[in-house]
């Protein structure tokens, strides 16, 4: 498929999704698309290029009447992201992450314990081992945020097992995620939608949802892109630090199976500046599957 058709193709599937609730965010993926591939720009015909800036004019006036009937008064993250930066690490960078601590691992009513070491990097890869009394040992990892990225998972052979490429499109560091969206370290083609005050989960929270539509994603990908990447964070109010983060994925083997994911974080402390959850509790279709009790942090 030539490179025009391409592009026509992801910013049609960005507007028919059924799971860009709001049309502003379809609205900022396409220009930031655009933005990606102005190259294209110049061997598009002056009659498309007119429609498409018709298409843009209506997504626009779309957006506005949204806010208007909307309670969240959804809108551009721009302003927000920079305060939950400040809230994280006082505007410092912050590149690499590494978290050392304990593990409790529950399944089938059995619960299990051990070690944990995780590493994240701004860039979204990351890597949680745990070395478990039972289950011995257990990694998984994903890397850079991108269209080629990978994740995997492998247990005490060491084996690499790949995980279904559909559920590595999560724009964050799931233990991390103040970590990846920092202002500055956001890629291109992630959305990001200020949904204000809203419900997450069981609470109350400042509610921000992320989507990425990459620009140089293989073509069977594109279709399910956006409601894979989805991710809605919810932020403490007042300390505008993740109180919880949830997304969807699906079995490794592509199963129609949608399985819910929850992160919560809770007992923030101050390491070198930045703001560490030291208890990070992941739920599997609402019950509690890990907790890892962060005991000390490395900040580059």
């Known amino acids: ?91 410092k960078s912050v590149s690499r992450i590494q978290l050392s601590g304990n593990a409790k691992w529950y399944a089938g009513g059995a619960e299990d314990s051990g070690s944990a070491t995780l590493t994240a990097a701004a860039s979204g890869a990351a890597q949680m081992q745990l070395s478990l009394t039972e289950k011995g040992v257990w990694t998984e990892s994903e890397d850079d945020f991108g269209t080629g990225m990978i994740c995997r998972w492998a247990t005490a052979d060491g084996i690499a097992h790949m995980g279904d490429a559909m559920n590595c499109l999560k724009p964050t560091v799931w233990f991390l995620p103040s970590l990846f969206l920092q202002p500055g370290s956001i890629p291109a083609g992630v959305g990001v939608l200020d949904l204000g005050l809203d419900a997450v989960s069981s609470g109350n929270y ?28 919810g932020f403490d109010v007042s300390t505008l630090l993740p109180a919880v983060l949830r997304y969807r994925v699906h079995p490794d083997n592509g199963a129609p199976v949608n399985i819910q994911i929850e992160i919560r974080y809770s007992d923030y402390r101050k390491i070198d500046g930045v703001q560490i959850p030291f208890l990070v509790q992941r739920y599997i279709n609402g019950s509690l599957q890990l907790a890892i009790e962060v005991t000390s942090a490395q900040i580059s």
């Open 1 to 91: 498929m030539g490179h025009k058709k391409r592009l026509d193709l992801r910013i049609s599937l960005i507007i028919r999704s059924q799971t860009l609730h709001h049309t502003n965010l379809a609205l900022e993926i396409v220009i930031q698309l655009l933005e990606t591939s102005r190259h294209l720009l110049r061997s598009i015909p002056v009659r498309k290029i007119a429609g498409l800036t018709l298409l843009l004019s209506m997504l626009g006036f779309s957006a506005v009447a949204q806010n208007q009937n909307s309670s969240s008064q959804p809108s551009d993250a721009t302003a927000i992201l920079a305060q939950i930066g400040s809230a994280f690490s006082a505007g």
């Open 206 to 233: 400042r509610h921000l949802r992320s989507q990425a539509v990459l620009s140089d994603m293989p073509e069977q990908l594109l279709s399910g892109s956006v409601d894979a990447s989805t991710t809605d964070i």
